[in-house]
């Protein structure tokens, strides 16, 4: 089975999640530096969900974010991210055993976080 074409609007989709991804980042290590209670850690977890939010606004369908291994998978293709602080999120997820994230429009702030 092929991998879907890649149109811009597919690859703008990926590009708005793979930031959403970074968002996700900054905000569980500044969770794990400090606390979720923590004005930082609270601060980008509020910027992770701004643009998850934002990311609904432009398309009202839900967000998966696959693990495979240690890598985050994209609508069935590899993140290729050089950031370090991804990398860490895949091999947290796959260390406690999580496969996927959904999210849907009706995310709402306490479940984000």
């Known amino acids: 089975?092929?991998?879907a074409p890649q149109t811009p609007e597919r690859e703008s989709k990926i590009a708005d999640i793979a930031e959403l991804i970074k968002?996700?980042?900054v905000?569980?290590?500044n969770v794990e530096m400090f606390s979720a209670d923590h004005p930082m850690a609270r601060k980008s977890i509020e910027h992770?969900?701004?643009w998850l939010k934002g990311l609904f606004?432009?398309?009202p369908e839900a967000v998966v974010i696959?693990?495979?291994g240690k890598r985050i998978v994209l609508d069935g293709l590899p993140l290729e991210e050089r950031n370090p602080l991804v990398s860490k999120l895949?091999?947290?997820l796959d260390e406690v055993h999580v496969n996927n994230l959904f999210f849907?429009?009706?995310t709402t702030p306490k479940e984000f976080q």
Do not use: H, I, N, W
């Open 1 to 3: 089975m092929a991998d």
């Open 23 to 25: 968002r996700l980042c």
């Open 27 to 29: 905000a569980v290590t």
């Open 48 to 50: 992770a969900y701004e």
């Open 57 to 59: 606004d432009r398309r």
């Open 66 to 68: 696959s693990v495979a």
């Open 90 to 92: 895949a091999a947290k």
């Open 104 to 106: 849907q429009p009706e």
